[in-house]
């Protein structure tokens, strides 16, 4: 059997870089911070790059729809592929390091490792030193944190273990993040259900008072409403509302 280019760590015979307390203090306290996610993730990166001296880092966060890993973090900018990189389970060193749980360290050559995936875009793919290492919450693979140097690096014991410590550490916090952005997502989508279906209820109504007014059919009413709505650049809804109060008032004015 082939084996991995890669250097393999036994993590439970290891410990932290406790002679680095800047690092370990700031882990401390991250992780009792009320951070958005976006700064949790700021300073993971930051964190990751003073550890190893790497060149580039990146986060890659799991997407509780898909179970994909996405790209959510980086060092160098790469603002149009945030939230587009994808990789699955086992896909790539990082797919990898997400269902194995365990760190990879390649010091070498790292592409030419038979489980790489490159993207074209990332630049840092083309960099020669590669270290991965997860993100776990409750034994749970949440993300994978690389870092890339773009010449050949040996990653110390220290430097691997470093890392895993931030990974484990603010797998928690970034976990409790993760939650609130899914929740706030899901608000949101609930709150526009809400306006689409009050919407509709509007122009449904709205529609009927132009039948009867003005002896149009369903659909001469309904594009009346749409073409009007796109003449005055307003939203239907509005539109539709100010037909119902017009109506409402002339009822008013009758009785």
């Known amino acids: ?9 036994d993590m439970e015979t290891m410990e932290p870089n406790t002679s680095d307390a800047t690092i370990l203090h700031r882990v401390s306290g991250i992780v ?5 996610l976006d700064q949790m993730l700021g300073e993971i990166v930051g964190l990751a790059a003073q550890a190893t001296s790497c060149d580039a880092c990146l986060v890659y966060l799991v997407d509780s729809n898909t179970g994909e890993f996405v790209l959510r973090a980086s060092q160098l900018p790469h603002a149009s592929d945030l939230g587009a990189l994808r990789m699955k389970m086992g896909e790539g060193v990082t797919g990898w ?40 919450n409750k034994g749970k693979t949440i993300g994978v944190i690389n870092a890339h140097h773009r010449d050949a690096h040996a990653h110390t014991p220290e430097e691997i273990a470093t890392v895993s410590f ?42 009927g008072i132009l039948q009867q007014r003005q002896g149009l059919s369903e659909e001469e009413a309904y594009l009346r409403l749409r073409n009007e709505s796109r003449r005055l650049r307003r939203p239907m809804k509005d539109l539709a509302d100010a037909i119902i109060l017009s109506e409402e008032l002339t009822r008013k004015e009758g009785a």
């Open 166 to 207: 931030i990974g484990e550490q603010m797998g928690s916090a970034i976990a409790k993040s993760l939650l609130e952005e899914e929740n706030a997502r899901l608000t949101e989508e609930s709150a526009e259900m809400k306006r689409q279906l009050e919407t509709r209820k509007s122009v449904e109504r709205a529609k």
């Open 97 to 136: 390091v997400a269902e194995h749980q365990s760190p990879v360290a390649l010091k070498a050559k790292a592409s030419a490792d038979p489980r790489f995936k490159m993207f074209p875009v990332l630049v840092e793919d083309t960099y020669e030193a590669f270290l991965s290492v997860p993100l776990v």
């Open 32 to 36: 009792s911070s009320e951070l958005s």
């Open 1 to 9: 059997m082939r084996r991995y280019a890669q250097s393999m760590v």
